[in-house]
């Protein structure tokens, strides 16, 4: 295990190891991934993997764009699937409010060049008969959006990073920050498995570095409070449903039917997309 690094890394789901494999691919050839469990065991393992590519940001939207991009190349870099599913992005609209600020949306998109098209509730029920468009005043569509699993495109930016020289230390917590003037002294416990439960084990080690990135998610309030600052930040609970098969949408599957976009109603504060049969 390196003790003296130009760059580390601490976190382990699907941020933290794209920090990692890009420092990497720009040639920073010294760099070193710790995570206190294993990979994507944090925010990343139950997160929703949606890709939406309209935002209000231009600068955000430029880095949508490159991660859908980047994301159709990994397979081919790494031979791990990414679990990448291009079905589009379906935002709906129950007021001409909403639509005016999907063209909010559409001029930042023309700008950075993505794609989209404007589709009438008569357009919407043509394409996909099992949507409800009675209270609708349109939509617009992005056809190049999708979904990912991020677990699958968290292990396979793993191994691209790796395959480039990366070092992942898993099992391995954080535990101190400290500013020498120079350099970073990070202060790390070893953890354990017992009973089920991962507790911090008897070992102790400390790695130097040039610079330190954080990629904490869910524990950025603790790593906060060890380099003494406050984060304006919290994590917030988010609730999921995984229906059963749903018949209607089993039958236009076999029929030869795609898979629906990823459907999205602001107004009435819902986002769905296909699961196994189900929604």
Known sequence: M????????????????????HLARAGWADVVLLERDELTSGS???????????????AVSHIHDYSVRFYKTLEAETGLN?????????????TDARMDEYRLYAATAETVGINHEWLTPADLKAR????????????????EDGYINPADVTQAMAKGARQRGVEIIRKAQVDGYRWTGSEWVVSCTRMVEKGG????????????????VTATGN?????????????????????????EP????????????????????????WYVREERGGW
């Open 2 to 21: 390196k003790t003296h690094v130009k760059a580390l890394v601490v976190g382990g789901g699907a941020v933290g190891t794209s920090i990692a494999y």
């Open 44 to 58: 990343t393992w139950h997160a929703a993997g949606l890709l939406p590519l309209f935002n209000m940001s231009y």
């Open 82 to 94: 990414a679990g990448f599913y291009v079905v589009g992005n379906l935002r709906m609209a129950q």
């Open 128 to 143: 996909w008969p099992l949507l409800r468009t009675e209270d609708l005043k349109g939509a617009i569509y992005h056809p």
């Open 197 to 212: 439960n991962l507790v911090a084990s008897d070992e102790r080690f400390e790695i130097v570095a040039e610079h330190v």
């Open 219 to 243: 524990h950025a309030q603790r790593t906060a409070r060890l380099l003494g600052i406050k984060m304006p930040a919290i994590p917030v609970e988010h609730q999921y449903i995984v229906t």
């Open 246 to 269: 749903d018949p209607a949408l089993v039958e236009w599957r076999k029929a030869g039917n795609p898979e629906h976009p990823v459907l999205r109603d602001a107004d009435a504060k």
